[in-house]
């Protein structure tokens, strides 16, 4: 009902005259907590009005609020069907910045600014080197489910066949390797861009994505002719070290102290502290904690699983461990900094990324192979490595004038899935689990 305002004195209306008076309310406004989600409301009333004067009848006009009627409709609160594949994004072109240009740009003159005032960068932790309580278990938990993916992936890959190009970066997992023409290597044009399958392993399903390891992220930049002082170790775990987990091999510094920063000038490192000599034991064998962070030879060093229960387990604990990483590695990438080139697969943990000249994409020689830093994804730290959906993995390979029907879902889940475990709902529409794949006659007839 329309909110009527209050009773107004019409000891100045002279009834007896004709016409029509306007008179002014003045109203205080209600308090209301969402004031977009009210509408003004107007009505026309003809009432019987008791003044000072004998009875009169008019036609008055009310103006009041209500709350706004929001019309839901069914088709936006159900979840999406179907979804579009991920774009392949083109090699010719720098990846698009995941923070828009103009707030990039309206954040360094702020920092120019007070830079030039004299006014030191307001830094919380850990842009000033110090360690996130509340993030340290969470870097315990991403590392442990680290482990858990590797491990479970190995094992999986004794039961679950998957099929590598021997020219490019395409993967199958099934009985047999697709028929889609979508290759692009070297000798693709001979083969008519068929693919030319090949056993795959471990790191064709999780990508090698590494990092340099560095004691002090906030000391100096790696620099070309100093790279190899410095060991290249699985980005995830670098992060996870960063975020506060000690391992004896890979030591780290813990400051007490904060860094302070005037601009991009760095006037205090927060103490100086000599990096100690690491001990790490090259012996594959031994019971080392590297050796469970790595996939190196990981495929040899888990058995193959004897019961069909166990490997159903194994699929489950595999899944939830990717589900734990990928919300990980999102919690930390929010607090710590980690870089990403914008023109190839280079990922740096810290505050600014390396010098080394490394980067060999598009227009690299513009750039003497320096990388294009810009801030990173979660998708390229931990990227999904996204593969064709098989509904049916014992029947035909998939088809090329088939290919608009088909979906897709992570390498890690496609594998995962066909081992026995559960899909997320998160991947569903993408697979396209509701889609009756046609015979090669009648695909012409779906519109």
Known sequence: MPQQFPAVSLASWNPSQRGVCFVMVERKRPQLQAVRSYSVQLKVRHENIQTNCPITSGTFCYGGQRPAQRFSSKKQEACSQNVDLPPILPKKKKKPYPIPLKKIQQTARAEKKLAEMGIEK?????????LVPDLIPVAYETLDAWKIIIRGVAKLLHIVPVHACNECSEIHVAQTGHEIKDCHGPTSAKRKSLHSWVK?????????????HMYDPFGQRIKHETRFSYDRIPAIVELCIQAGVDLPEYPSQRRTKPVRMIGRKVIDRGGFVEEPERCISLDLTST????????????????????????????????????????????????????????CSEIHVGPWGHNAKLCGEFKHQWRDGKHGWQDATVDEVFPPNYVWHVQDPNGPPLRSALKRF????????????????EVPNKYKPMMRLDIVVPENDEAFLVA
């Open 406 to 421: 088909y979906g897709k879902a992570p390498a890690v889940v496609e594998l995962c899935m066909q081992a026995g475990s």
């Open 288 to 343: 080392s904690s590297l050796v469970d962070l790595d996939t190196h030879r990981a495929f040899e060093r888990y058995p193959t699983p004897t019961e069909l229960e166990e490997v159903a387990r194994i699929a489950q604990e595999t899944m939830d461990a990717y589900e734990k990483v990928q919300w990980g590695v999102r919690k930390l990438m929010r607090k710590y900094t980690v870089k990403a080139c914008g023109y």
């Open 122 to 130: 307001p830094l919380e932790p850990p842009k000033n080197g110090l």
């Open 200 to 212: 795959g392993s471990i790191n064709d399903v999780l990508l090698p994505i590494e990092s340099y």
